[in-house]
């Protein structure tokens, strides 16, 4: 079988529930740009040094394949999707994190090769976020899929400074 199915060449693109969308409709946009999040990710995990960091990369990237599954879902339901405790077990990563790892000011993004990794996938996921919002506007999304998207990159962010800290510490804009 072959990946080339020649059903795009027109400028649509099916959902995962079977309906036809142009490749510019905001959904496709949404899941778009999380598929985009989950590459950066996959990207920034082969650097990362710390295993919980690089543990915690691959959950995010099964995770995201539900968020973006679930966003391809206009009609019907999703077979996986997000959860409160999905977005609780993100909440309960970053509370470590930030007890690890005391933040004093405003961070420079990017100080070591493995926080610039996780700093891309953060704006990403920011990205990834707005679009969601956006989506949510005019049609149907699930309030657990904006809430997770808005607790990663909040993980991401402190993913990033413990990176940081293991590699010497953080650094600030006035240091």
Request: aromatic letters at 6%; glycine letters at 8%.
């Amino acid at each position: 079988m072959s990946i080339v199915t020649r059903t795009g060449d027109e400028g649509m693109t099916g959902l995962w529930s079977g309906e036809r969308v142009r490749k510019e409709d905001p959904r496709v946009e949404a899941y778009g740009t999380v598929d985009e999040l989950d590459s950066v990710i996959g990207e920034a995990k082969h650097w990362l040094k710390r295993v919980d960091c690089r543990r915690i990369a691959d959950e995010l990237q099964r995770d995201l394949y539900r968020v973006a599954g679930q966003l391809a879902t206009r009609t019907g339901s999703f077979s996986k999707p997000m959860t409160d405790a999905d977005e609780a077990r993100l909440a309960s990563y970053v509370a470590a994190f930030e007890d690890e790892i005391p933040l004093t000011g405003f961070v420079v993004p990017g100080s070591t090769l493995q926080s610039a990794k996780l700093d891309v996938a953060r704006t990403v996921c920011r990205r990834a976020e707005r679009r969601i919002v956006a989506l949510s506007r005019d049609a149907d999304v699930p309030g657990q899929v904006v809430r997770y998207v808005n607790r990663l990159s909040d993980l991401l962010f402190m993913m990033a400074r413990a990176e940081e800290a293991s590699d010497g510490g953080v650094r600030y804009v006035r240091d």
